[in-house]
């Protein structure tokens, strides 16, 4: 059996990869440099639940596109606060601060997508308010 290009192409599911609840919510990053390789950006998934926010930062490097699949968010925007229903998305130009609050009574799921990449990962983001204390689950 010969190996084809397509063949080394990898499928991720969200199930692969750790939640990642430094900044709030369940962030999940799917498809990523780590995960397949990516060289221009990285998707992932965020869900937030009733009451559960992602701390403000913004991307000094990398736009931000925001869909949201299910459920609510409130969005503050450099202090502007507006929803996101779903169904909505939103592009977040690169340096606008942003937070993300479910203030509604369901669960809120959101794919996002980041690009272009920062020249390293610890440079992709920058906090400005003090991140959650991590919750045991």
Not at 107 to 121: D, K, M, R
Request: net charge negative; proline share 9%; hydrophobic share 40%.
């Amino acid at each position: 059996m010969t190996i084809t290009e397509t063949d080394l192409i990898k499928t991720v599911s969200i199930d692969d990869v750790p939640a990642n609840r430094r900044r709030g919510g369940d962030i999940r990053t799917i498809l990523s440099p780590a995960t397949v390789g990516a060289t221009s950006g990285f998707l992932g998934t965020l869900r937030l639940e009733p009451g559960e926010v992602v701390t403000e930062h913004w991307h000094p490097y990398s736009e931000e596109f925001l869909f949201c699949v299910q459920g609510a968010i409130t969005l503050r925007l450099n202090g502007v606060q507006r929803p996101l229903r779903a169904n909505e998305g939103v592009l977040i130009p690169i340096g606008v601060r942003h937070r993300l609050i479910n203030e509604g009574p369901q669960s809120a799921f959101l794919v996002f997508q980041l690009a272009p990449l920062a020249p390293a990962p610890h440079l992709g983001h920058v906090d400005t308010e003090p991140l959650p204390q991590e919750v045991p689950r």
